[in-house]
């Protein structure tokens, strides 16, 4: 299943954060590798030097995509490819980086889990790990059992989406049914044929329905929140205080 299908109740600009903390990271990852390949030989330096500002380019690029309305999913496989693209070919052309991008990558497999689906996550492990093992195959193992861990991330991020949709959906839920009770609770007031006042401990009247509206002679058109301004009618004045004097009020 599909994490995009996990989302359907979140809207797309509800991820825009996590999409920039996303492409802010890849840019720390450009960083990473530049300052890295300074450290090569002269063989592979200025090579490895010139790709790395690329994709420093491409990260920045990212960032700017971050603030428009593409959607996430996409802007999340596009850069998830290009990274994959990358980290080949600098695997390829310097093997030592190796140790850096290994544990950085599973974020990124991560984020293609849990933003796009469980089915790229998984192929973006598995392809992920079969090009570690065929450009470095002196330590297959040791890139074996990356793969592994990278598959492990990709299901632990696709649960997590899952679990998270069920929240958002568990509230969304709630709130229609808090909307539905509030809107009971009103046309109940309204049909009530006596009259409806609740006033607040300062004597400031937060409810009233049409009936108390009329014995009060307020606005009938009056909204709830209108009426909430209302100071209370002078009529009321010796009510209210000695209700609020009341010693059954005092004591709750």
């Given at each position: ?79 998830t490819l290009l990274d994959l693209v990358f980290i ?102 309204e049909r009530l044929p006596v009259g409806v006042l ?17 014995l009060l002679r307020l606005d009938p058109l009056s ?30």
């Amino acid at each position: 299943m599909v994490a995009s299908r996990h989302f359907k109740t979140v809207h797309d600009h509800s991820l825009r954060a996590e999409i920039r903390l996303y492409a802010l990271y890849r840019t720390l990852e450009a960083v990473a590798l530049i300052a890295m390949s300074l450290g090569f030989d002269d063989t592979g330096k200025h090579l490895a030097l010139a790709a790395n500002l690329a994709y420093l380019l491409v990260a920045f690029l990212f960032v700017a995509l971050a603030y428009t309305r593409i959607p996430v999913n996409r802007q999340i496989v596009l850069g998830t490819l290009l990274d994959l693209v990358f980290i080949s070919f600098l695997t390829w052309l310097s093997p030592q980086v190796i140790e850096l991008i290994t544990p950085m990558w599973m974020l990124n497999v991560a984020a293609a889990a849990l933003l796009v689906s469980l089915t790229f996550g998984l192929s973006m492990a598995v392809v992920s790990g079969l090009m570690l093992v065929f450009l470095a195959p002196d330590d297959w193992n040791y890139h074996i059992v990356y793969g592994l861990i990278y598959i492990t991330i990709a299901l632990l991020a696709s649960r997590l989406g899952r679990y998270i949709s069920h929240s958002d959906e568990v509230t969304e839920q709630q709130s229609i049914e808090i909307a539905e009770l509030s809107r009971m609770n009103s046309l109940i007031l309204e049909r009530l044929p006596v009259g409806v006042l609740v006033i607040n401990e300062k004597g400031r009247i937060r409810t009233s329905n049409q009936v108390a509206k009329r014995l009060l002679r307020l606005d009938p058109l009056s909204t709830d929140e209108e009426v909430l301004d209302l100071r209370s009618p002078p009529s009321l004045a010796g009510f209210s205080s000695g209700a609020l004097d009341s010693p059954r009020i005092r004591s709750s």
